[in-house]
């Protein structure tokens, strides 16, 4: 994962497999935003692996996936996905998280400074607690809230992960975390292949015509 470019290369390309199989899965549905979480989160990995090589661009594209972009796209990618209101309310305050950590990017480079085998990025946004406070309610609020029992694990474990990277990689969180949850959003191949088999199943029960359409 992020402990190394050799882990990040291994660990973002398992995930971004699996990610492609879920995208297939799940197929031109309304799943299939929150299907490609782990084909994104995947491909965030490998961009990690950049960074660690010094490339700047991809410290660039790293922190404005793991920034303004997750809490606003996870949570309408649910809301997309199962109509829930309050993961409707959930992509309003990521919506409201991700402004000012897109400004921020906007208005100066990404640092990166390694603490041993992890990687502390610096932006220099303003209340940094409060947003991130924000940005994991959004993110973990919408999977929660889901009525899904899938994607309230794959929250659970999201959350216990932030907990975890809090406690042991302060100074790394937001690495430490992204890494932890690409490697938890595996969860959302079981998640498209479990919807894709009902769905195989009501069509082959339905009698010929009796479609909605």
Not at 62 to 68: R, T
Not at 91 to 98: C, D, I, P, S
Request: hydrophobic share 55%.
């Amino acid at each position: 994962m992020c402990w190394s470019a050799e882990a990040d290369l291994a660990a973002g390309a398992v995930v971004a497999a699996v990610g492609v199989g879920a995208v297939l899965r799940a197929g031109p549905t309304r799943r299939l935003p929150l299907a490609a979480l782990p084909l994104l989160l995947g491909a965030h990995q490998l961009l990690e692996a950049g960074v660690w090589s010094g490339w700047a661009w991809a410290r660039t594209a790293w922190a404005v996936i793991a920034l303004p972009l997750l809490p606003l796209y996870v949570p309408a990618a649910v809301w997309c996905a199962t109509r829930r209101r309050g993961a409707g309310w959930f992509t309003l305050l990521g919506a409201a998280v991700a402004g000012p950590l897109a400004l921020a990017l906007a208005g100066r480079p990404v640092a990166v400074v390694r603490h041993g085998h992890t990687l502390g990025y610096a932006v220099g946004v303003p209340v940094p607690g409060l947003l991130l406070a924000g940005y994991l309610v959004a993110v973990l609020g919408a999977l929660l809230c889901s009525g899904d029992r899938y994607l309230r694990l794959l929250g659970g474990v999201a959350g216990l992960g932030a907990l975890l990277c809090g406690l042991l990689w302060r100074l790394a969180f937001v690495s430490t975390w992204c890494a932890l949850a690409a490697l938890a959003s595996v969860l959302l191949y079981r998640w498209s292949d479990f919807n894709w088999s009902i769905s195989a199943r009501t069509s082959a029960t339905e009698p010929p015509g009796s479609g909605t359409g």
